[in-house]
T-cell receptor, first 115, second 109 residues
Framework: DAMVIQNPRYQVTQFGKPVTLSCSQTLNHNVMYWYQQKSSQAPKLLFH???????NEADTPDNFQSRRPNTSFCFLDIRSPGLGDAAMYLC??????????????FGPGTRLTVL | RKEVEQDPGPFNVPEGATVAFNCTYSNSASQSFFWYRQDCRKEPKLLMSVYSSGNEDGRFTAQLNRASQYISLLIRDSKLSDSATYLCVVLLGNNDMRFGAGTRLTVKP
């Protein structure tokens, strides 16, 4: 059974048109992450939530925002997508309180295309 | 300097070969270490955690040297199904996971 679910799996948007990617988890993990991964590159952490506490990476553009309305769901909003934002967006969860060492569980990713 | 650096690869090896990947990290306060495997256009999946004492899981052996800030992964008796990108991952404080760029392995018949 899928534990970290991302929707949609493929998203096509137009340059400048806002888009929202969603992530949900059935693991009840308290930490959720969003990564951006471009071809042949490492996943790049955009931000993460520890419970409701939002932790933004210093180099994450303001164009990227996130919401976590409850433990199970986390959203990535791209306010004005540019061509350079085309990438795979990966959601991951972990639970420091439950496991040592911490293990991340990844969703299947959403591949974003910007036209 | 990148926080996590890996062998650039790609590694092209025949079936049955032994192959080793290296990884270095810059933050001496790093807490935990992992190797993830990522297949083409798929999400990363945990291969194994890395402990100071070294650990083995079947054909895979991971080593950590904290003094040198160095992690390694050894794959023995390579299979075609081992072809993938191997990502070195380091956990900093504050639940912050940092990924290396990955090393691509292709095992050929």
């Amino acid at each position: 059974d899928a534990m970290v679910i991302q929707n949609p799996r493929y998203q096509v948007t137009q340059f400048g048109k806002p888009v929202t990617l969603s992530c949900s988890q059935t693991l009840n993990h308290n930490v959720m992450y969003w990564y951006q991964q471009k071809s042949s590159q490492a996943p790049k952490l955009l931000f993460h939530y520890y419970d409701k506490d939002f932790n933004n990476e210093a180099d994450t553009p303001d164009n990227f925002q996130s919401r976590r309305p409850n433990t199970s769901f986390c959203f990535l909003d791209i306010r004005s997508p540019g061509l350079g934002d085309a990438a795979m967006y990966l959601c991951a969860t972990s639970s420091p309180r439950l496991a040592s060492p911490i293990q991340q569980f990844f969703g299947p990713g959403t591949r974003l295309t910007v036209l | 300097r990148k926080e996590v650096e890996q062998d650039p690869g790609p590694f092209n090896v025949p079936e049955g070969a032994t192959v080793a990947f290296n990884c270095t990290y810059s933050n001496s306060a790093s807490q935990s270490f992992f190797w993830y495997r990522q297949d083409c256009r798929k999400e990363p999946k945990l291969l194994m955690s890395v402990y100071s004492s070294g650990n083995e899981d079947g054909r895979f052996t991971a080593q950590l040297n904290r003094a040198s800030q160095y992690i390694s992964l050894l794959i023995r008796d390579s299979k075609l199904s081992d072809s993938a990108t191997y990502l070195c991952v380091v956990l900093l404080g504050n639940n912050d996971m940092r990924f290396g760029a990955g090393t691509r392995l292709t095992v050929k018949p």
